[in-house]
C-alpha cells in the first residue's frame, strides 16, 4: 500500500512539475509574441498598437521569477509607448516602475556582465525621469536624478551615447537654473566626446595611436570608451612593454573608480610580462601606480612596500629613474604620514627634497614646496630650530619669486610655530608680511 501511495505521488509530483514547466514555456511565448509585437508596431508609428501589446507583455512579464530583467525591459518599453503618445504621467510610472526594478538588482560595487546591465537599465530610467521632471520645472528632483544617472553609468562604463543625452540634460537644466558657465562647461564635455574616436573606428589603428586614444578618453572622463580603447590595445601589442602599458591603462580606470581590488590584480597581472633588466621604468610606474592604489584603499603597510620595491629597481642618478624615485618617496612620505610615523614619513620627504635638487635646482618652485613639506613634519615632531630654518629657507627662496607658490603656506606655519613658542611679537610681524603678500595677489 505505501509502495503504491509513493508511486501516485511521485506521478502527482511530474505531472504537476510537467505542468508548471508547460506554462511557463506558454507564458514564455505570450509574452514574447506580444513584445515583438509591440516592438513592431512602434516601428510602424501605431503607437496605439504597441502600447496595447506592451501591456499584454507586462501581464505576462509580472508571472516571471523575481529578478527576471524581462519585467523591467517590458515597464521601459511601454514607457517609451507613453511618452510617444505623450502621456506622461502614465510614462513616468511606467519608468518609476523600471527604475525600482533595476535598482533592486543592481549591487554598487557589484561585477559580472549582469550587474552591469542591471545598472545600465537604472541610468537610462534615471534619465527619463530626469527629462520629465525638468520639463514639468520640478528642477531639484531633475538634478538628483540626473546626478544619479551619471555616477551610475559611469560606474557601469556605459556608451557614449547614454553618457552624451544624460550630459545633454544637464546641460539644459543649468540653463534653466541660470548657471549658464557650467552649462557651457557641459557643451565643452559634450564636444570633446564627440571629438574622440569611435570604438568601432579602431580597427585599423596602430598600439601607439590606441594608446593615445585611450589616454585622450580617459582624461576627457570617458571611461566606457577607454576601457574598451586599452583593453583593444592588449590585444593589439606586440612587445611586453606595450602589454604593461594598456594594462596600466585599465588600472587607471579601475583606481578612478575606486575598485581598487581590480587596479591592483591588473597591475600585478601587467608586472607579470616586464623583466627588472630590461624595464625598469615601466616597472616602476607599475609598483608607484599599485603602491597609490594600495594607499587609497587605507592599506598603507602594502604601499610602503610597493613604492620602496618601485626604489629598488631605479637608478637614482639617471634623470627619467629620479623622476619615478620622486613619485615614490611622496608616496612612502604620505603612506607613513597617515600612519602618524612622522619620523619615517620625514626621512622620505627629506629622500624626495635631495631629488629635486639634482633635478631641478634650488630656483625652481618645486624645490621650495618640498622643503616646506619636510618643514613641517619637523614642526609635528617638535623640530623646533629644524622647523624655524626649513620655514625661513622657503620664505627666503620665494621672496625673489614675482609669483610664489609656497610663500602664504610659509608664512601661515612659520607664525604659528612662533605662538607656539611664546614669540608672539615675531609671529605679529610675520602674521603682517602675510597680510600684506594676501592683498598684493588679491
Known amino acids: 500500500m505505501n509502495n503504491r501511495y509513493g508511486i501516485l505521488l511521485l506521478i502527482a509530483v511530474c505531472v504537476t512539475a510537467y505542468g508548471c514547466a508547460k506554462s511557463e514555456h506558454v507564458e514564455d511565448k505570450t509574452w514574447k509574441d506580444n513584445f515583438d509585437s509591440g516592438f513592431s508596431a512602434m516601428q510602424s508609428r501605431d503607437y496605439a498598437t504597441a502600447e496595447t501589446s506592451y501591456r499584454d507583455a507586462l501581464d505576462s512579464a509580472k508571472a516571471f521569477p523575481k529578478g527576471d530583467l524581462r519585467l523591467a525591459k517590458t515597464y521601459d ?38 550587474n552591469r546591465d542591471y545598472a545600465l537599465g537604472l541610468a537610462s530610467d534615471a534619465l527619463h525621469l530626469a527629462n520629465i521632471a525638468c520639463d514639468a520645472l520640478r528642477l531639484d528632483e531633475a538634478e538628483h536624478l540626473f546626478d544619479e544617472a551619471l555616477s551610475v553609468e559611469e560606474s557601469a562604463l556605459g556608451s557614449d551615447d547614454l553618457k552624451g543625452q544624460i550630459l545633454e540634460g544637464k546641460s539644459k537644466l543649468y540653463r534653466l537654473t541660470g548657471r549658464n558657465a557650467e552649462a557651457e562647461k557641459i557643451k565643452q564635455q559634450i564636444a570633446e566626446l564627440k571629438a574622440l574616436p569611435s570604438v568601432d573606428d579602431t580597427g585599423n589603428m596602430t598600439w601607439k595611436e590606441l ?21 583593444a590595445g592588449i590585444a593589439r601589442a606586440k612587445k611586453p612593454v606595450q602589454i604593461a602599458e594598456s594594462m596600466r591603462g585599465l588600472a587607471r580606470i579601475y583606481d578612478q573608480q575606486k575598485e581598487f581590488v581590480k587596479a591592483i590584480a591588473k597591475l600585478e597581472e601587467a608586472r607579470r610580462v616586464l623583466r627588472a633588466d630590461e624595464h625598469r621604468l615601466e616597472l616602476a610606474d607599475n609598483l ?72 631641478y635646482g634650488k630656483e625652481d618652485g618645486r624645490y621650495a614646496e618640498d622643503l616646506l613639506a619636510v618643514a613641517t613634519l619637523q614642526a609635528k615632531q617638535k623640530k623646533i630650530e629644524e622647523a624655524t630654518k626649513g620655514y625661513l629657507a622657503v620664505i627666503a627662496l620665494e621672496e625673489s619669486n614675482p609669483s610664489p607658490r609656497c610663500m602664504l603656506a610659509a608664512l601661515d606655519s612659520y607664525a604659528k610655530l612662533l605662538r607656539e613658542t611664546n614669540k608672539p611679537a615675531l609671529a605679529d610681524t610675520i602674521e603682517l608680511k602675510a597680510k600684506n603678500l594676501r592683498a598684493e595677489f588679491e
Open 211 to 231: 594608446n593615445v586614444a585611450g589616454t585622450e578618453a580617459f582624461q576627457a572622463g570617458n571611461l566606457a570608451k577607454a576601457e574598451k580603447i586599452f583593453t
Open 77 to 114: 518599453a511601454l514607457g517609451e509607448a507613453y511618452i510617444a503618445e505623450n502621456k506622461i504621467e502614465d510614462a513616468k510610472r511606467a519608468y518609476t516602475n523600471g527604475y525600482n526594478e533595476y535598482k533592486s538588482l543592481w549591487k554598487a560595487k557589484g561585477g559580472g556582465v549582469d
Open 288 to 359: 608607484n601606480l599599485t603602491g597609490f592604489c594600495y594607499f587609497r584603499a587605507k592599506d598603507y603597510a602594502n604601499a610602503e612596500k610597493m613604492f620602496l620595491d618601485s626604489i629598488k629597481v631605479l637608478n637614482l642618478k639617471q634623470h627619467n629613474d629620479a623622476e619615478r624615485g620622486k613619485t615614490a618617496y611622496e608616496g612612502l612620505t604620505q603612506a607613513y604620514g597617515e600612519e602618524g610615523k612622522d619620523a619615517e614619513a620625514e626621512k622620505y620627504a627629506q629622500e624626495k627634497v635631495a631629488l629635486t635638487l639634482q633635478l
